[in-house]
């Protein structure tokens, strides 16, 4: 198989599992502690080749806004904490789309693993 008859449809970025503590949630005994998160984010680029670093959306960019929005102080719902995620990967100038899932491991225990929200932004056609 030669390079020109390879076709790149689609080309992401992708951070799985990111566990964070965040002071989070609407209920009292929410907003005296801090309690665990897990986040997936996906974030879709041009699909062309990347020839270096500057050329991408650096994964670590996901992980320095997450935990600059924690760092905030506390955030009522977790919709607000995905919103706020998605907004500002898609605030690079390489992200078209962005997928964040926000999870709370505890909030239904012991009766499911976890509970949360996803939300998908994408650029509007220019």
Known sequence: MTT???VTRS???VVRGLRLEAMIG???HERARAQPLVLDVEVELAPEPVPDLSATF???AVVLAARNIIAGGHIDLVETLARSLAE???GHAAARRVRVCVLKPQALAPDAD???VEIVLERSAP
């Open 4 to 6: 020109q008859s390879i």
């Open 11 to 13: 080309q992401k970025v």
């Open 26 to 28: 609407v209920h009292g």
């Open 58 to 60: 650096n994964y670590e």
């Open 88 to 90: 500002a990967c898609l």
């Open 114 to 116: 976890a509970a949360g």
